[in-house]
């Protein structure tokens, strides 16, 4: 079983920047396809990007070109570094995680997912 930590959301104004951290459990994390989604109140859960290993990331158009997804295998942690930030940004984010190496943009893809961390962007 992989347990999933978030950290880093906060409160920034717009052209802020924020990173958020995603600390995993187990051995083999290096293996798996960790994601970030985010939800904003009253929509559903949205893909943001993925990371997995000999497939490179893959973000949402919304995002490409401010967030850059990372990770550290040595310390079982992805970062999402968001960077000029706006508020349509605002939502909780949730990191999620996959035995596959395929990275889907669909929540039903993952089978373990952190508690969230809130990010608000005012304007």
């Known amino acids: 079983q992989v347990q999933l930590v978030e950290s880093g959301g906060g409160l920034v104004q717009a052209g802020g920047s924020l990173r958020l951290s995603c600390a995993a459990s187990?051995?083999?994390?290096?293996?798996?396809?960790i994601a970030w989604f985010r939800q904003a109140p009253g929509k559903e859960r949205e893909f943001v990007a993925a990371?997995?290993?000999?497939?490179?990331?893959r973000y949402t158009d919304s995002v490409k070109g401010r967030f850059t997804l990372s990770r550290d295998d040595a310390k079982n942690t992805v970062y999402l570094q968001m960077n000029s930030l706006k508020p349509e940004d605002t939502a909780v984010y949730y990191c999620?995680?996959?035995?596959?190496?395929?990275?889907?943009?669909?929540?039903?893809?993952?089978?373990?997912w952190g508690q969230g961390t809130q990010v608000t962007v005012s304007s």
């Open positions: 999620a995680s996959s035995p596959s190496s395929v990275q889907s943009n669909t929540p039903r893809g993952y089978d373990y």
């Open positions: 187990g051995r083999i994390f290096g293996s798996y396809t």
């Open positions: 990371i997995s290993r000999g497939s490179g990331v």
